[in-house]
């Protein structure tokens, strides 16, 4: 919609997982299906708003009207966002990796024989949400995403603070019909003025109730 609401702005959006390579085999990753992202970049394109969607592995089609491009590992996901600003406003609801293996092995990962486990050295990942609150071109709303299972609402308050963002949207995962790989959720959109709860509902919905905060925001 060239005349929407949105009109004129650049939206950036990232979303789905990402998987973190051990061997050429296997991979650490997490269950994000990636439908909350891919839902809220097709209506930031319904309204108007040149949309640049930097996805994770998913098995989802591009929305129409949507600048798609595709991440595999935590690593590339934050190069993938940097290089996309400037924009005015940043979503990050990709579920990304906060820990990526020390040493990704070139051959496959056997048993050995004596040994019955296996120890993995994991590293830290980069902050891509937090690295987009502090860059030099920095967008005008900064909205994260937050998974928790428990203490919802405080624990995205101090996402909030400590990343310095405009907008945290929490949803509570590890439950039926909700978050990862649901059609539903509900979100808890907390910011410095308070808290939001949307939903529950379809996670389309969710995307135009949340789009509906942000273009408030903008104007």
């Known amino acids: 919609m060239s005349g929407g609401p949105l009109a004129g702005r650049r939206v950036l959006v990232s979303a789905g997982p990402t998987y973190e390579d051990l061997d050429p085999v296997r991979f650490l990753g997490n269950r994000s299906s990636g439908k909350m992202g891919f839902a809220i970049a097709a209506e930031a394109a319904r309204r108007g708003a040149h949309t640049v969607l930097v996805a994770g592995p ?3 089609a ?3 009207g949507v600048d ?3 991440v595999r590992s935590a690593a590339q996901m934050h190069a993938a966002v940097l290089q996309a600003l400037p924009a005015d ?3 990050g609801a990709a579920a990304v990796a906060d820990f990526t293996p020390a040493r990704v092995a070139t051959g496959k990962i056997k048993k050995q024989p004596g040994h019955d486990g296996l120890v993995l050295e994991l590293v830290r990942t980069a902050d891509i949400l937090a690295g987009v609150a502090a860059h030099a071109q920095r967008p005008r ?3 994260g995403f937050a998974a928790e299972t428990d203490r919802l609402e405080a624990s995205a308050r101090d996402k909030l603070r ?3 963002v405009d907008m945290i949207a929490a949803n509570r995962v590890g439950v039926a019909g909700s978050g990862f790989e649901a059609d539903d959720n509900t979100l808890h959109v907390v910011d410095a003025a308070g808290v939001q709860v949307l939903g529950p509902a379809p996670k389309t919905e969710l995307a135009r109730a949340l789009l509906d905060l942000v273009a408030a925001r903008l104007h």
Do not use: M, Q
């Open 162 to 164: 400590r990343k310095r």
């Open 89 to 91: 406003v940043y979503i």
């Open 68 to 70: 798609r491009r595709d």
């Open 62 to 64: 591009t929305p129409a």
């Open 58 to 60: 998913v098995a989802l």
């Open 141 to 143: 709303l900064v909205v």
